[in-house]
């Protein structure tokens, strides 16, 4: 009843193997399918060890071996009886060797990760009381170089360090400039922001002054206020006229090809929008000086002194007007003459004229005021077509350059 099949002879003897039996299909009943148990208690009756046989059997076919152990699984002989008189055919003995086998292994398992604990810790503490005692090691040798170090040596550690925070300094300051390269870069932009400092600095000054002063009351600073923005305006115009005229002379200079009227006119055009921007700039300073001569509180030098570039600009301007339409009127009359070169004939005039003497250009204007409004308005479609040409004329040279 201990006994299993085999199903094949080869298998080996071992210590444990107590007989072999070789019985005929006569002797040995027929394999059947198991059965549900129906509790009948047979298998516990039958049982030499008085163990519960039926536990057993529930715990072990579910894999519950650590409940199967509780019910004193390992003290089962596997003799084989419960199997036998089971009415059930159910092979207990196999669920109990299935089971044994399953709590040897996990004690197996349990046992070898304890051992593996046990190694790890101590590899730990070794390298630990490696460590430390290298630490102290080191900490022996520094003292023992510390005391038999010259003062010479001490020196020139010392330089080593110093050199070494020389380095790094210079590398934080490498660091802090290249993050800035934008300063360096816009020349233009940083005399803009030098001369809003320097602005700034001046309106502070005078704040302090009035401070001081404590004669001024509120009205007076808006005066002054007021007074800064028109010689502000007034040198914002001052700069547009000198760098128009600037502009001006290099593309004279520049152009030597048969595209000279054309650049010539282009350079008309945009003089002709600066001296309007200057004419608006001089209006603004008169009107801020007016009004700062209204209230008593401004400097009649500085006033006068400071819009008579704007003044003499707008003259010019208007005689240059002036003399343009007289010359259209004269184009206008010869009907010889193409309108094309009309064009050219009168945008050289114009720029002739930048350069005449305010009286000549006055006598051309005071001719200019006896026509009939016919012929002014003749002269004036003339200037306009005239101008249109000038227009087309610029557009085309830019085309080409581009």
């Known amino acids: 009843m201990m006994g299993y099949a085999l199903a094949d002879l080869d298998v080996p003897i071992l210590k444990g193997t107590n007989c072999l039996l070789a019985p005929s299909h006569h002797e040995m009943a027929a394999d059947v399918d198991e059965k549900a148990c129906i509790r009948c208690g047979e298998c516990a009756i039958a049982c030499p060890a008085l163990l519960l046989p039926q536990q057993l059997f529930w715990h072990a076919k579910a894999e519950e071996y650590e409940k199967a152990a509780s019910f004193n699984l390992k003290d089962c002989i596997e003799c084989g009886c419960c199997s036998y008189v089971c009415p059930s055919d159910i092979p207990l003995v196999e669920y109990y060797r299935v089971a044994k086998s399953a709590l040897k292994i996990e004690a197996e398992e349990k046992h070898q990760a304890e051992q593996a604990k046990i190694r790890f810790e101590a590899r730990i503490q070794r390298l630990e009381d490696e460590k430390n005692a290298r630490e102290a090691k080191a900490k022996e040798a520094a003292a023992k170089r510390q005391a038999s170090m010259k003062s010479t040596d001490k020196d020139a550690v010392a330089a080593a360090m ?7 300094a210079q590398a934080a300051s490498s660091t802090t400039s290249s993050e800035a390269p934008q300063a360096t870069v816009d020349p233009k932009k940083a005399a803009i922001n030098a001369a809003i400092e320097r602005a700034k600095a001046k309106k502070v000054a005078q704040a302090n002054t009035l401070r001081s002063e404590n004669e001024l009351d509120t009205s007076t600073a808006d005066v ?8 502000i305006a007034a040198a914002v115009a001052r700069a547009k006229a000198k760098k128009a005229a600037q502009a001006n002379a290099k593309l004279m200079t520049q152009t030597a090809n048969p595209t000279e009227t054309t ?5 008309l055009t945009t003089d002709a929008i600066d001296d309007k921007k200057a004419r608006v700039a001089a209006a603004v300073a008169k009107a801020k000086a007016k009004k700062l001569a209204q209230a008593g509180q401004t400097d009649d030098s500085i006033v006068e002194a400071e819009p008579t570039a704007d003044v003499v600009d707008d003259k010019k301007a208007r005689v240059a007007a002036a003399v343009a339409k007289a010359k259209a009127k004269k184009l206008a009359q010869a009907s010889q003459i193409d309108i094309d070169e009309a ?3 009168s945008t050289a005039d114009i720029e002739s004229t930048v350069n005449i003497k305010p009286d000549v250009a006055l006598t051309d204007a005071s001719d200019s005021a006896d026509l009939s409004p016919e012929q002014v308005k003749k002269a004036k479609v003339a200037a306009a077509v005239a101008k249109a040409k000038a227009k087309q004329l610029a557009k085309r040279a830019e085309q080409e350059e581009q």
């Open 263 to 267: 650049a010539a006119e282009t350079v």
């Open 162 to 168: 110093a050199r070494i925070a020389a380095k790094k």
């Open 224 to 231: 002054n206020v007021d007074d800064k923005q028109a010689k």
């Open 343 to 345: 064009a050219s004939q």
